[in-house]
């Protein structure tokens, strides 16, 4: 298995601080969000940190686990490469859906652009657990998930979080990748008490910790790794601490980059807290956590479990993934409100506490279970994305906040991809693009979606300063490879806007 090291104390790689990350003292690891880099290309700073030792963990954001299809073979070859070219000890994902829709539900397939959470039912947990065995054999080191943030919850949950991940792993020995900041949002938005998800934790399986900030506003937290770490994600991080002693700790920090002095200073809050919470749980000796769990560098396990010195509750082989079913009808030209059968059990109101239930009996078909989430996750993301009613039992005004923070995580996420277009456009680009996504959804990704944004502008006839007009079309035909929309486009788009189609 090779050597076994701990990972230590490090920080999220971002191509805006990759100076200061190169430059701070004591940083043990990086992690890269695995979409951002290419299997054949390593950014210079990257290069140089492997070369200095430093470990470099891929981060996932894509794949979509949570999500009622099976995961997608190109995104899992992808993740596979990028992990053998940084010579990783793992590989992280999301216990969240990215999209949804398509044959499965025979409705058009939908892109949040962000991770939403999957509703905690036995339905939710099959497919989840088939989705990471395939996960596991695809990839070439072990599979670690990460518990998310969420502004919405799902009604009539049957598992608490705890739960849930309690059978997450032991179905499939996947490791946690434990995120204490989203915790916190939790508690804020949904009324979830840490320390009961901590202590219903196989801390066992335990691979690293996150710590990011975040802020509050109008009684809402939104993580926005773009604020400093409030003292109360450093407290949950001091309880799980100690309980176990984490194999790793990073600082994630994704906007309004601070100075390096300050993120030297946020690390440093992170080894106090840990410091004290190891003398802590050395002065009360029964309630210390197991030993710190090692991580076997480039070490892969069949079934995907991680290498540890402390014993953990090995599942028993993984099925071997069921063939796909057969294609539904071909998708409805538009998406569609939630049928009744699109909400979870909605006797309970939005934001209660899950009652731990009694596992059900096996279920005959996990292809119905699939077709279940996949109806109840459309409905959810079309009512975000294509302002279809909200499904039934989910709290309206909490999907509005939800809705909006999406809306403006894409245009700001199209403004970083397409700077041209907030140059083009100036102070009307962010209206423009709010305007734009309220009726059209992304399906395609934010290359795509900036395309899609600046073909709706030219065949309004927008902007209508000349000069910025004819800019924008050379940015969109250069782009795009074909002419710009013309009288003809425009009159068809104005049908198919009529008819619903557009």
């Known amino acids: 298995m090779g050597d076994m090291k701990e990972l230590g104390v490090g920080i999220g ?10 430059a701070l003292p004591g940083v043990d690891w990086v992690e890269v969000v695995a979409e951002n880099i290419c299997a054949d290309h390593l950014p ?13 963990v891929p981060h996932g954001v894509s794949l979509g686990l949570g999500g009622a299809d099976r995961p997608d073979a190109g995104r899992l070859a992808a993740l ?18 990215v999209r949804a829709g398509g044959p499965l539900t025979a409705t058009p397939l939908l892109e949040a652009g962000h991770l ?44 608490t979080e705890g739960r849930f991940l309690a059978e997450l792993v032991e179905r ?40 990011a900030g975040g802020l509050e506003r109008d009684g809402v937290w939104h993580d926005t790794h773009a604020h400093p770490v409030p003292r109360p994600v450093l407290d949950i991080l001091a309880d799980l601490a100690s309980r176990v002693s984490p194999p790793g700790v990073l600082l994630e920090r994704d906007d309004r980059f601070p100075a390096p002095e300050e993120l030297a200073a946020e690390l440093d809050a992170i080894r106090t807290t840990l410091g004290a919470a190891t ?10 956590g197991p030993r710190p769990l090692l991580i076997g560098a480039g070490a892969r396990v069949s079934g995907g479990a991680m290498p540890v010195r402390t014993p953990v509750r090995v599942p028993a082989q993984a099925p071997a993934p069921v063939p796909a079913p057969a294609p539904a009808p071909a998708p409805a030209p538009a998406p569609v409100s939630a049928p009744a059968s699109a909400s979870v059990t909605a006797s309970a109101t939005p934001n209660a506490q899950a009652t731990p239930a009694a596992a059900p009996a096996p279920r005959p078909s996990p292809d119905a279970a699939r077709q279940r989430v996949g109806v109840a996750e459309v409905a959810l993301l079309s009512a975000l994305v294509a302002g279809t009613p909200a499904p039934e039992g989910f709290d309206v005004r909490r999907l509005g906040v939800q809705r909006r923070a999406l809306a403006a995580k894409r245009a700001d996420v199209v403004a970083k991809v397409a700077p041209e277009l907030p140059e083009i456009l100036g102070e009307g680009y962010r209206p423009a693009f709010l305007s734009y996504a309220r009726n059209r959804p992304m399906t ?7 395309l899609d944004f600046a073909e709706g502008l030219l065949i309004a006839g927008r902007p209508e300063d000349p000069v910025a007009r004819r800019r924008l079309t050379a940015w969109w035909r250069e782009r795009a490879g074909v002419r710009p929309p013309g009288p003809a486009a425009r009159l068809g788009h104005r049908i198919r806007t009529a008819l619903g189609r557009g």
């Open 444 to 450: 395609d990704g934010y290359r795509h979606d900036a």
């Open 80 to 97: 596979a490469a990028k992990a053998e070219m940084l010579g990783a000890p793992l590989v992280t994902e999301h216990i969240a859906f």
């Open 172 to 211: 499939t020995g996947v490791r946690l990748l434990i995120d204490v900041a989203n915790l916190h949002t939790n508690r804020v938005n949904r009324g979830e008490d840490p320390a009961e998800a901590l202590s219903a934790l196989p801390v066992e399986a335990l691979a690293y910790v996150h710590v």
């Open 279 to 288: 003398v802590a749980a050395a002065t009360d000796e029964p309630s210390a």
């Open 13 to 22: 790689w971002r191509p805006e601080i990759a100076d200061a990350v190169e």
């Open 44 to 56: 210079d700073s990257l290069a140089r940190l492997r070369a200095r030792g430093v470990t470099v």
């Open 116 to 159: 939403l959470p999957v509703p905690r039912t036995w339905d939710a947990l099959d497919v989840l657990c088939e989705n990471v065995r395939i996960a596991q054999d695809a990839l070439p080191v072990p599979l670690a998930l990460e518990n998310i943030a969420a502004l919405v919850s799902w009604p009539g949950e049957e598992l």
